[in-house]
């Protein structure tokens, strides 16, 4: 997992024409509470690096973005997202962004319907989001909209994700 980092940051230095940190922020979720009772964390706190080929509004540009954060029941989760997205200028110094961003997660199983006592470790799960964000100057507000999800065995719950950027 690290070499795969390190060769996307790599890669990211030849082809980006914006770099980003991140800070995670704040999650609402559809419901307040797992279907074991547990209260979801809605404080989710961590870090991550952004990088984008934007050039020109209103044109198509690819962006990518890695975090480590705290999830829905405080567990690391990591987090590696692509999306298409279109800019638009509002005004001088404020830009919109709209886009669809398709992601995999690593983290603790909680999505899994787990027997009463069952071990959890960690794995994957892949997911798509419709994504919008604010632009002024180097600061932007980031936010996506993943909805409940269930098949067999995996269960998850609606929530919408708020995360900021800061230009590098």
């Known amino acids: 997992m690290k070499a795969l980092l390190l060769f996307l940051f790599l890669i990211s230095l030849l082809v980006?024409?914006?770099h980003r940190l991140l800070l995670t922020g704040f999650t609402l979720h559809e419901n307040d509470y797992s279907d074991s009772g547990e209260k979801f964390n809605?404080?989710?706190y961590g870090a991550g690096y952004e990088y984008t080929t934007f050039?020109?509004?209103d044109e198509l540009y690819f962006?990518?973005?890695?975090?480590i954060l705290k999830d829905s029941f405080s567990a690391t989760q990591y987090t590696?997202?692509?999306?298409?997205?279109i800019r638009y200028e509002l005004i001088y110094g404020v830009d919109i962004s709209i886009g669809l961003a398709l992601f995999i997660m690593y983290k603790e199983e909680n999505y899994r319907l787990q027997p009463e006592g069952g071990?959890?470790?960690?794995?994957?799960?892949?997911?798509?989001?419709?994504?919008?964000?604010?632009y002024?100057?180097?600061f932007d507000v980031n936010v996506a909209y993943v909805p409940s999800f269930k098949y067999e065995e995996i269960a998850t719950t609606?929530?919408?994700?708020?995360?900021?950027?800061?230009?590098?």
């Open 42 to 44: 809605e404080f989710n």
């Open 158 to 168: 609606g929530f919408m994700i708020v995360y900021f950027g800061w230009k590098l």
């Open 63 to 67: 962006a990518t973005n890695i975090t």
């Open 136 to 138: 002024y100057k180097d």
């Open 16 to 18: 980006a024409n914006e």
């Open 55 to 57: 050039k020109n509004y």
């Open 119 to 134: 071990e959890v470790g960690y794995g994957f799960i892949p997911g798509a989001a419709p994504l919008a964000s604010i």
């Open 80 to 85: 590696l997202s692509g999306s298409q997205n």
